[in-house]
C-alpha cells in the first residue's frame, strides 16, 4: 500500500480503518534459503538487500524481542562519513549516500536530515588530528570543512565560545551533509520493505543454537523451533560473541553497555549536531525538541542493558561546560544498548571457518549511519558466498593478518 | 475565560495549607494575580478564574491541571526569566512565592488564542505515525521545508538564556535504611527501623511528609491520619539517627543499592539562591536497605474529548480543595469505579462545592463510604459511565457532561442523558509507583483484582510496601511498613497503632467508555494527553502491524511525554487489550527506566563546571610561568607554557630564541608535567620486560634506559626514560599526557593477568618538579649550584641517575636528553620546586639561561628525530615504522604485542615508515596532517612540521609508505590551493652521531 498525502487524505475519509499491516505477523517455516538472526537495522537491512538486490526472498529474519527494539532503536542516529581511513571512508559513504535516498525508495519516511555535523576541536592536539582526517577526506573527495571558531558560533549559537573555557573552542571539523535519521523509521522502513519481497521477519524468535554438519552450518535452533538452513547470518551486535560461540566461534569483541538521554522538549536551540570529543560529549535537538545526548560508554563488561550513573554524569557534566543552559534543564530519560567493541574500534563483516556462517557486527557505538551500507555489501557478500570488495577490509582475516582500521585518531567518541 | 470564583471561603474548611495572612502577588502570562502563602502556582493561578494552563503538544487543545503533583502532564509552565528561566515545569508541584513570573507554554500568540490549534481542526489528516507516510517529496524538501515548520512547531518551553547564575552540589552518604517515601507506611517503616538504632534517612518529593494522609478519612489510634503522620514526622525528625528530607525524589535506584535523591532547596524561595544557598543537591547514596513506600498514583479512564479543562483526577480535585482551598468548578460531577472517589465527593460537598452526582460504573456497590455519601444527599448513578463532554469557548469551557448507560466491550452509546456540570473529577483507581522497583532490574506482575501491574520479585535488598505495593488499605499500609522496618532493624518492636478496618467494594477496572458514534470515528479520547494519543490510534498501530507494546509507543509516541507514561501506560495498555481481545499481560509488561521525574543537569554536573570543570593541574611552577607569560597551551590536564614571548616579540620569534639558546647557550624546561611511575618489588624488572618491548632486567642501577610500549595489537602507545633506582625500585617515565592512562594500563596488567607478580605501581607524577637543564653550559649552572653529585661526564655519563643534593636541594638527577643537547633532569620533591627553579635562574643568569616552552622543546626534539607518541603514532604504528627495531627485543620470551608484531600485515615490506622531509622550498613549512598522493593515491601524511631556526629551513617527519627505502625521492603534497613538493631524507636532521649530549 502506497503512503503519501493523498492516501492520507484518503484514509482519514474512512477514519484510517483501511490502513494494511506495515509487514506481516507470519508462521516460522521449517527451512530457509538462508536465515538472519537478529532484526535490528543491519539485520533487516541484509535481508532488504538479499531479496532487492540478489532476488533471495525464501529468508526469515529471527528477532528475538521485536524488531529494531535493539541498538537500532536506542541510539542517537548521528550519521557523518568523514571517516580517516580508506576502507572507513568507502563503507561510511556508501551508507551515506543511500541514506540520502532512503524514504523515497522505501516509500516511507526516515527522515533523513543532514543537518549538519560539526566535531569540535578543543586542543591543539585535536585540531592537528582533524586537519589530518581533512586532508585524508578531501583526497577521497568528501564534502567537508575546518571551521574556525566564529563560524561555529554562528551555527551553534548557546556553545561557550569564552576564551577562559578550560577547553576554548579553536574550531571544528564540519560535515554540512552529515546529521540524522529517524532510528525506528530505518528499522520500520526496511522491515515493511523486507517484508513486502516475501522475506519472513518473525519476532518473539530467540536463537538458542546453532547446528553445524562438519564444516557446514545447517541450522538454527529457536525457541519456536528448529530451521534448516545452508546459510546463516549473525547480525546481533552486543551479543554477537555468544552466539558465534553457538557454532564454536569465537569473536574478538567486548561488550559494554553505552548510554543515552534526552531533555524534556524545548523550542529549537540547536539546529546541527555537535561532538565534543575532548570532553566527551554529544548533542543534537530531536524534531520533537528533545535534546539528545550522548557520550562514552561504560568501562566494564556487561549485558545488563543497564549502565553505571558515573557515565552519565560524566556526559552531563561535560555537556553542562560546552552548553550553558542545559544546566536549567531537565533529564528526561535515559537509557543503555549493549554494544559490540572490536580492539581497533571498526566493524566486522566477514565470512567464517564454518561454511555458510556469516557475521556483521562490532559496529560498537556508531554502526547506525553505516546501516545501508553494511546491508548492502553484506547481503552481496552472503549471496555470492565471498566478500564484496568494500566488506573485505573488515574480514575476521585482519585480526591475524593485524590489518586494523584504527579510527581512533578520528574520533575520540566513535559515533 | 472568564474570571469565576474559585477560591473557597476561609470558612469553608477548605485550604489547610494557606496563610490567607500572606497574600503573594505573582504574574501568569504577564497579568498580575495574586495567591497565598502556602499555594502552589497551579492553585492560584485557579483561584484566580484561569482553569486553562496549558496547550498540547501536537493538536495545541487548550488543557488545564489534571493531576495534584509531579506526575502533570498538562499543566506545564515556564518560572523565571533569562538565564534563571526554567521550562516545563509542573505548575501543580510549583511553590508559589512572592514576585512569581510565570509563563504557559506551546502557544502563539497567546494560550486563549493559539493558532496551532488549526492542528486540531486537521487532526484527521494527522493521525500516529502520519510523518512517516508523507513529506517524502520532493526528496529535499523534507530537510529543508517540513521538517524545519515541525521543528519550530514542537518543543515545550523556551529554554533560559545564558549561564546559569546558580550553584549546584552533590553529597555522598551511606545510610542503613533508605525509606523512599514519607507517606504512612514510609513513616512506619522509619520509625521501626530506626527504633532499632539504624542510620535511616527518610526522604518525601513534597514540601512535607504525610504522603495522602492529610486527604484521607480513615483514623489511626482513634485520631485523624493527619494529626498521626504530624506525630510521626515530628519524631523522626527529633531523632538523632534518622535524617528527614523534603522536595526531596529518589530519581534512580541502581546497582548496589546505590540511589540518587534529588534535592530542590531553593526554588520555592528565591531568597535563600540569593544569599548563597545551592539551588538542588544530589544526594548518591549507598544504602544497606532500601525500603520503597512510593504510594500510588490515581488513574483516569478514558472517555470522549476527556481532555477538556475542567476534567482532573479525583485526588487532584480533593487536594485543591483541601490543600489549598481552590473549587475546581462550580458544579461537578463524579466519575468512579472504586470507592475512592466518595472521599472526594464528600470532601467537596463538605466545603461547599456544587456536586451534580457521582456516575459509577459499577452495577451495585456497596460499602460504609458509598452510604455515607447518599447520606450526605449526593445522587449517586450506578451503572452508568461518562460518555463524553459538552463544551464551549474553543472547548475551553465545559457545559454538560453526557452520560450513558455502561455495558462492558460496548463500543457505541444507545441512549444517553446530558447533566449540567463545569467540571468532572474522575477516579479509575490506583497504580502502585513501582518505578523504583524497576530500575535495578525489579519485576512486576498484572494484579487482576486491582487491576494494576504491582511488584512482584527483585534480587536486590530492597522492600516495598503500603500502597507502592499494591496494598490499598491503612490498615495494610502501615502493617507492611513496620514489618519492613523491623525487618532492616533488628529485634525492638514499636506498638502498633489501631485502625478499624472498613470494608471497600472492589474496584472494576474500566480504561474506555463508550461515546454517541463510535470512539474512533472522530471522537477523541486522550490516552497520552500531552503527546494527543487517542484510543483511535493505539488501535491504528495495532492494525497497521506495530503490535509489540513497544511498537506502539514509539508509533504513537504513548508514554514519551514529560510524565514518562506515568498517566498514559496502564490505561493505553488496558485499550489495547480491550481493542485486541487479549489480556492486559498478553499486551506486554511495562517497566522503567531511571529518572523517576525528570531532574536537572545543573544536578548531575554539580560542582563541576566552570572553574571546577577537570580542574587545571599546576606544577609547582605554575604562578611563575603565568607571571611570566600567557601563551599557555592544554596539555593533558595540565597548563603548560608554550613559549615566553619578551619585550614586543612574536610567538614565533619566540620560539626561535629559545631554541637557539638551548644549542647555544642554555635553556630551562619544566618538565614536571611527564607521568612519573615508581615501580617497586621483586618482580618489578620482570614487570617491565612485559610491558616494555626492549630488555629492562638487566639494567643496573643507576642507569637510565628509553623504552617503547605497545599495546596488545602492537601497536605505540606510550614511551619514556625508565631510571633504576635500586635492585626492586624502578622510575618510569611517561609521556605528559598518557601518566594516567599508562598508571591505569600498568594496574590493569597486575590486577587482571599478572596478580602472581610481586610489584607495587604508584604514581608519583605530581610528587616530584622536574626541570631540564638541557644546552651546552648545563654543567657549569649545575656546578654553580652546587652539588655532592660528581657531575663529571665520567663519573655521570649520559643516560646515567644519581641521586643527592644541589644547591642543598635533595634531588634525583638523570642524564637524560629530548634537545640532543647536554642535558640534565633535575627532580625535587614538588615543594621545593619553586625554590630550585630560581636558585637555577640565578645560577645560570652568567651563562645565559632562559627557559623555553613546549613548542621549542618540539622544535628542539624534531630537530634530532625524536618521536612523540600521539603525533609520529596514530594507534597503527609500530616500532620498526618509526625506525626503532634497535628496541625491540629479540632475546625476551614475551611482552605485550610481541606476538602481534609478528602478523603478516605487520612484518610485510611496503607499509608507512617515519620519514624526515625536506620541502624543496626551504621557506616552505608543510601543514601539520598534510597529505602525500601519488598516483592519487594517498601514501602518508606529515607527522610533525616546524620551522627550524637551527638549520634555518623547515623540517617536517612524515609516515609514508615504504618511507625509508626512498630515501632522496620527491614526493609531493597537495593542498587546497597548492602542492608542496618535498626530499625523504633522513628524520635526524642535526648532531646524526649524538655527539652534543655526549659530552
Ligand atoms: C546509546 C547508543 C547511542 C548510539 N549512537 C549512535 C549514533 O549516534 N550513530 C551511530 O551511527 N551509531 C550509534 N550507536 C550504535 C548503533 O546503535 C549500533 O551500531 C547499531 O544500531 C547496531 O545495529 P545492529 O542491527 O547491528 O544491532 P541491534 O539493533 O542491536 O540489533 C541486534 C538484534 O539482535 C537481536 N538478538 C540478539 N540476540 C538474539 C538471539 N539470540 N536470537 C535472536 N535475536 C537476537 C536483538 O534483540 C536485536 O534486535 C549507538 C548505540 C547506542 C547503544
Redesign the interface.
Same mark, same amino acid.
Given at each position: 500500500m502506497r503512503?503519501? =498525502?493523498f492516501?492520507?487524505?484518503r484514509q482519514?475519509l474512512n477514519?484510517? +480503518?483501511g490502513?494494511?499491516?506495515?509487514?506481516?505477523?507470519p508462521e516460522l517455516k521449517p527451512s530457509y534459503d538462508a536465515v538472519i538472526i537478529g532484526a535490528g537495522g543491519h539485520g533487516l537491512a541484509t535481508a532488504y538487500y538479499m531479496a532487492k538486490e540478489h532476488g533471495m526472498t525464501n529468508i526469515a529474519v529471527v528477532e528475538k524481542?521485536?524488531?529494531?527494539?535493539g541498538n537500532t532503536?536506542r541510539n542517537t542516529t548521528i550519521i557523518r562519513s568523514n571517516y580517516l581511513q580508506?576502507a572507513s571512508i568507502a563503507i561510511y559513504d556508501l551508507a551515506h549516500k543511500l541514506y540520502?535516498?532512503l524514504?523515497?525508495e522505501f516509500?516511507?519516511?526516515i527522515?533523513?536530515?543532514?543537518?549538519g555535523l560539526l566535531m569540535l576541536c578543543q586542543?591543539?592536539?585535536e585540531l592537528?588530528?582533524f &586537519?589530518?582526517?581533512?586532508?585524508?577526506n578531501?583526497?577521497?573527495g568528501l564534502e567537508c570543512e575546518m571551521i574556525d571558531r566564529q563560524r561555529v558560533k554562528e551555527l551553534v549559537p =548557546?556553545i561557550?565560545d569564552r576564551d577562559d573555557a578550560?577547553?576554548p573552542i579553536l574550531g571544528a571539523y564540519y560535515q554540512a551533509s552529515g546529521?540524522t535519521a529517524?532510528h525506528?523509521?530505518v528499522a520500520?522502513?526496511y522491515a515493511r520493505g523486507a517484508d513486502q519481497m516475501g522475506v519472513d521477519i518473525i &519476532?518473539n524468535c530467540e536463537v538458542t543454537g546453532l547446528l553445524r554438519d562438519g564444516d557446514q552450518i545447517v541450522g538454527v535452533e529457536t525457541t519456536r523451533g528448529t530451521i534448516n538452513t545452508k546459510k546463516v547470518a549473525v547480525v546481533t551486535a552486543g551479543h554477537t560473541s555468544h552466539i558465534m560461540q553457538m557454532a564454536g566461534v569465537s569473536m574478538p569483541i567486548e561488550s559494554v553497555c553505552l548510554q543515552a538521554m534526552v531533555?524534556?522538549? =524545548? +523550542?529549537?536551540?540547536i539546529d546541527v549536531v555537535v561532538m565534543a570529543n575532548t570532553?566527551h560529549g554529544y548533542v543534537s535537538?530531536s524534531?520533537?525538541?528533545e535534546l539528545v545526548i550522548g557520550g562514552g560508554a561504560d568501562a566494564y563488561n556487561n549485558y545488563?542493558q543497564?549502565g553505571?550513573?558515573a557515565s552519565?554524569?560524566h556526559t552531563?557534566?561535560a555537556?553542562?561546560?560546552t552548553f550553558?543552559?542545559?544546566?536549567?534543564? +531537565?533529564?528526561?530519560? &535515559?537509557?543503555g544498548g549493549i554494544v559490540d567493541m572490536t580492539?581497533?574500534r571498526s566493524p566486522i563483516i566477514s565470512m567464517t571457518d564454518v561454511k555458510g556462517l556469516y557475521v556483521n557486527g562490532g559496529w560498537g557505538t556508531g554502526g547506525f549511519k553505516s546501516i545501508p551500507g553494511s546491508g548492502f555489501v553484506f547481503a552481496d557478500t552472503i549471496a555470492n558466498d565471498r566478500p564484496h570488495p568494500i566488506a573485505e577490509p573488515f574480514g575476521l582475516k585482519?585480526f591475524?593478518?593485524?590489518?586494523?582500521i584504527?579510527e581512533?585518531?578520528a574520533s575520540g567518541v566513535a559515533h | 475565560m472568564t474570571g469565576k470564583p474559585y477560591r473557597l471561603p476561609d470558612d469553608s474548611g477548605a485550604g489547610r495549607l494557606l496563610d490567607r495572612s500572606k497574600p503573594l502577588s505573582f504574574t501568569f502570562d504577564g497579568k498580575k494575580m495574586t495567591g497565598y502563602a502556602g499555594d502552589t502556582l497551579a492553585s492560584a493561578v485557579m483561584a484566580n478564574g484561569r482553569r486553562v494552563m496549558g496547550r498540547s503538544f501536537k493538536y495545541h487543545r487548550p488543557r488545564g491541571l489534571i493531576t495534584m503533583g509531579s506526575e502533570e502532564p498538562n499543566a506545564l509552565v515556564g518560572v523565571g526569566t533569562g538565564s534563571r528561566r526554567e521550562p516545563n515545569l509542573r505548575a501543580t508541584q510549583v511553590e508559589l512565592f512572592d514576585g512569581m513570573t510565570s509563563v504557559s507554554q506551546n502557544r502563539w500568540p497567546s494560550l486563549d488564542f493559539d493558532v496551532g490549534i488549526i492542528n486540531n481542526h486537521m487532526s484527521r489528516l494527522f493521525p500516529s505515525g502520519f510523518y512517516y507516510k508523507t513529506f517524502m517529496w520532493p526528496k529535499t524538501f523534507w530537510h529543508k521545508v517540513y521538517e524545519p515548520v515541525i521543528r519550530n512547531a514542537a518543543g515545550l518551553g523556551v529554554a533560559p538564556d545564558g549561564v546559569d547564575p546558580d550553584s549546584y552540589e552533590q553529597v555522598h552518604v551511606h545510610c542503613d535504611v533508605l525509606v523512599v517515601g514519607g507517606g504512612v507506611a514510609g513513616l512506619a517503616a522509619a520509625q521501626a527501623a530506626a527504633a532499632n538504632g539504624k542510620r535511616v534517612m527518610i526522604c518525601d518529593e513534597t514540601p512535607r511528609l504525610g504522603g495522602i494522609a492529610d486527604i484521607s478519612n480513615e483514623l489511626i489510634d482513634g485520631k485523624s491520619q493527619l494529626d498521626w503522620v504530624r506525630e510521626q514526622a515530628a519524631s523522626l525528625t527529633a531523632a538523632d539517627n534518622v535524617h528527614v528530607m523534603t522536595r526531596a525524589t529518589v530519581i534512580g535506584h541502581y546497582h548496589h543499592n546505590y540511589l540518587m535523591i534529588f534535592e530542590r532547596l531553593t526554588d520555592h524561595n528565591p531568597a535563600l539562591a540569593a544569599a548563597g544557598a545551592p539551588r538542588h543537591r544530589l544526594w548518591k547514596v549507598r544504602a544497606g536497605k532500601v525500603i520503597l513506600a512510593s504510594g500510588a498514583s490515581e488513574r483516569t479512564m478514558t472517555f470522549a474529548n476527556n481532555d477538556r479543562p475542567g476534567v482532573m483526577l479525583s485526588s487532584a480535585a480533593r487536594t485543591l480543595v483541601e490543600r489549598y482551598g481552590v473549587a475546581p468548578g462550580l458544579m461537578g460531577l463524579i466519575f468512579a469505579n472504586n470507592d475512592d472517589a466518595y472521599i472526594t465527593a464528600l470532601s467537596l460537598k463538605r466545603s461547599g462545592v456544587g456536586i451534580a452526582r457521582i456516575v459509577d460504573v459499577r452495577e451495585n456497590p456497596q460499602s460504609e463510604i458509598i452510604t455515607a455519601a447518599q447520606d450526605a444527599g449526593i445522587e449517586t448513578m450506578f451503572g452508568h459511565a461518562v460518555a463524553g463532554v459538552e463544551t464551549s469557548a474553543g472547548g475551553k469551557q465545559i457545559d454538560a457532561v453526557k452520560i450513558a448507560p455502561y455495558v462492558k466491550g460496548r463500543g457505541r452509546v444507545v441512549n444517553e442523558i446530558t447533566v449540567p456540570a463545569d467540571f468532572i473529577a474522575v477516579s479509575g483507581g490506583w497504580n502502585p509507583v513501582a518505578h523504583l522497583w524497576c530500575h535495578n532490574g525489579g519485576k512486576l506482575q498484572w494484579d487482576d483484582t486491582l487491576a494494576c501491574f504491582k511488584p512482584k520479585s527483585h534480587d536486590d535488598d530492597i522492600a516495598i510496601v503500603g500502597s507502592a505495593n499494591g496494598t490499598m488499605d491503612l490498615a495494610g499500609c502501615l502493617k507492611e511498613g513496620y514489618a519492613a522496618g523491623e525487618k532492616a532493624g533488628g529485634k525492638a518492636r514499636l506498638k502498633k497503632p489501631r485502625v478499624v478496618v472498613r470494608k471497600q467494594a472492589p474496584v472494576e477496572p474500566m480504561w474506555f467508555s463508550p461515546a454517541t458514534g463510535k470512539y474512533n470515528e472522530g471522537n477523541k479520547h486522550f490516552i497520552d494527553l500531552q503527546n494527543d494519543v487517542t484510543a483511535a490510534d493505539l488501535e491504528l498501530a495495532q492494525r497497521e502491524g506495530y503490535e509489540s507494546v513497544e511498537h506502539t509507543k514509539r508509533y504513537t509516541t504513548l508514554g514519551m511525554a514529560t510524565d514518562q507514561g506515568k498517566n498514559s501506560n496502564v490505561p493505553g495498555m488496558g485499550i489495547i487489550a480491550e481493542a485486541t481481545g487479549k489480556a492486559v499481560p498478553e499486551v506486554g509488561t511495562t517497566t522503567f527506566r531511571p529518572p523517576y521525574t525528570p531532574f536537572s543537569f545543573g544536578a548531575i554536573a554539580g560542582t563541576q563546571r566552570g572553574k571546577l570543570f577537570h580542574v587545571i593541574r599546576r606544577t609547582a611552577v605554575y604562578d611563575w610561568h603565568t607571571s611570566q607569560t600567557s601563551v599557555m597551551e592544554p596539555v593533558g590536564d595540565w597548563r603548560r607554557p608554550y613559549c615566553y614571548p619578551q619585550g614586543g616579540e612574536s610567538q614565533q620569534d619566540a620560539i626561535n630564541r629559545e631554541i637557539l639558546n638551548v644549542r647555544n647557550n642554555v635553556g630551562i624546561l619544566d618538565a614536571s608535567t611527564l607521568g612519573k611511575i615508581e615501580i617497586k618489588g621483586p618482580d618489578a624488572g620482570e614487570f617491565l620486560n612485559r610491558m616494555y618491548t626492549n630488555m629492562f632486567a638487566g639494567l643496573k642501577t643507576g642507569k637510565c634506559r628509553y623504552g617503547l610500549m605497545m599495546n596488545e595489537m602492537g601497536f605505540l602507545m606510550d614511551d619514556g626514560v625508565t631510571a633504576k633506582l635500586a635492585d626492586d625500585h624502578y622510575l618510569m617515565h611517561t609521556t605528559s599526557g598518557g601518566a594516567d592512562r599508562i598508571a591505569a594500563w600498568l594496574e590493569e596488567w597486575l590486577q587482571t593477568e599478572w596478580y602472581d607478580l610481586k610489584v607495587y605501581v604508584t604514581p608519583v607524577t605530581e610528587q616530584w618538579s622536574q626541570f631540564a637543564i638541557a644546552g651546552p653550559n648545563a654543567r657549569k649552572v649545575l656546578e654553580k649550584l652546587g652539588s655532592d653529585i660528581d657531575l663529571s661526564h665520567e663519573a655521570l655519563p649520559f643516560m646515567a641517575m644519581a641521586t643527592g643534593d644541589i644547591a642543598g636541594f635533595p634531588v634525583r638527577l638523570f642524564r637524560i636528553s629530548f634537545s640532543g643537547e647536554l642535558s640534565f633532569e633535575v627532580a625535587t620533591p614538588a615543594n621545593y620546586g619553586q625554590d630550585l627553579w630560581d636558585k637555577i635562574l640565578e645560577a645560570g643568569k652568567e651563562f645565559g639561561i632562559a627557559p623555553y616552552g613546549t613548542e621549542a622543546l618540539h622544535v628542539l626534539r624534531a630537530e634530532k628525530g625524536f618521536i612523540v607518541v600521539g603525533d609520529e603514532t596514530d594507534g597503527t604504528v609500530t616500532p620498526h615504522d618509526v625506525g626503532m627495531s634497535w628496541a625491540v627485543s629479540k632475546k625476551k620470551p614475551d611482552y605485550i604485542g610481541k606476538r602481534s608484531l609478528e602478523q603478516a600485515f605487520l612484518t610485510e615490506p611496503g607499509r608507512k615508515q617515519l620519514v624526515g622531509l625536506a620541502t624543496t622550498d626551504p621557506n616552505e613549512v608543510l601543514p601539520d596532517g598534510a597529505p602525500a598522493v601519488e598516483s592519487g593515491k594517498l601514501t602518508g601524511h606529515v607527522t610533525s612540521s616546524y620551522w627550524s631556526p637551527t638549520l634555518k629551513r623547515s623540517i617536517a617527519m612524515a609516515l609514508v609508505k615504504n618511507g625509508s627505502e626512498r630515501m632522496g625521492e620527491k614526493i609531493s603534497f597537495p593542498l587546497a590551493d597548492k602542492v608542496i613538493e618535498a626530499e625523504i631524507v633522513d628524520p635526524v636532521f642535526y648532531d646524526k652521531e649524538g655527539a652534543r649530549q655526549n659530552v
Open positions: 503512503y503519501s =498525502i492516501s492520507l487524505a482519514a477514519y484510517h +480503518k490502513w494494511e499491516k506495515a509487514w506481516r505477523s524481542g521485536w524488531l529494531g527494539g532503536g580508506d540520502a535516498d524514504s523515497q516509500n516511507y519516511n527522515m533523513f536530515s543532514p543537518r586542543t591543539e592536539h592537528r588530528g &586537519q589530518r582526517t581533512a586532508h585524508a578531501r583526497i577521497a =548557546i561557550n578550560r577547553y546529521g529517524r525506528d523509521g520500520w522502513g &519476532q531533555s524534556e522538549p =524545548i +523550542k529549537p536551540v570532553v535537538q524534531d520533537k525538541g545488563a543497564r553505571s550513573f552519565l554524569e552531563a557534566t555537556l553542562v561546560e550553558p543552559i542545559i544546566s536549567r534543564l +531537565k533529564m528526561m530519560r &535515559q537509557w580492539g581497533d585482519r591475524v593478518r593485524g590489518e586494523f584504527d581512533s585518531v | -
